[in-house]
């Protein structure tokens, strides 16, 4: 399978867009995280990372350099009503000549339970299967159900965990992974 160029999606109630490459949208970007801090620390290690605007600067702008390079698609999740940005969904570790990839998200958390994560993995799925890609993944910390029941409802299928695969600060232990996947024909039947 060839690289193909990325492309902003819409569903019926939210934008998914490339995220602005400025200080000021870092910035935002920043805060709310930073406001979050308590619902986003547990499930995403990696946000720890994030202790100041000029890091969020940074993240985003690699975000372009590979969403150009056709390395990873990393989304806002924008709210058509409001403008809010609500969070984020991504296809990254994509492996073009094999044509798979994995699906990751996040809400912020006065917008989860509303189906809005639900609603953007099937934009992407969408987009990813049309375009030729063959299995997508979605992975996700043992304890956190919310995210494994979003896999389930899109109809993926638990393949198994693996053990002490991450390290998670808010934790202090390694933790377990759990991986869903779908398959091109599975989601052409559920169609």
Do not use: C
């Not at 985003?60 to 806002?76: D, G, P, V």
């Not at 609500?86 to 094999?98: A, H, P, R, S």
Request: net charge negative.
């Amino acid at each position: 399978m060839e690289k193909i160029p990325f492309k902003e999606l819409e569903t019926k109630r939210l934008y998914l867009r490339q995220h602005e490459v400025t200080f000021d949208y870092a910035t935002l970007l920043f805060q709310k995280i930073k406001q979050d801090w308590d619902h986003i620390k547990v499930w995403l290690p990696k946000m720890w990372l994030v202790k100041a605007p000029e890091d969020e600067y940074t993240f985003l702008a690699n975000a372009r350099k590979e969403w150009e390079s056709h390395e990873k698609a990393n989304y806002a999740i924008v709210e058509k009503n409001t403008g809010d940005i609500v969070g984020t969904v991504g296809l990254f570790d994509i492996d073009w000549t094999d044509a798979h990839a994995e699906i990751g998200y996040f809400l912020f958390a006065p917008f989860t339970k509303k189906g809005y994560v639900t609603e953007a993995v099937q934009a992407v799925q969408t987009w990813a299967f049309e375009h030729g890609f063959h299995r997508l993944q979605i992975r996700m910390d043992t304890g956190n159900t919310a995210s494994e029941n979003v896999a389930k409802r899109l109809g993926y299928v638990k393949e198994g965990d693996t053990r002490d695969e991450h390290y998670s600060p808010h934790f202090n232990a390694f933790r377990d992974i759990r991986t869903y996947a779908l398959l091109k024909r599975e989601w052409e039947k559920q169609r």
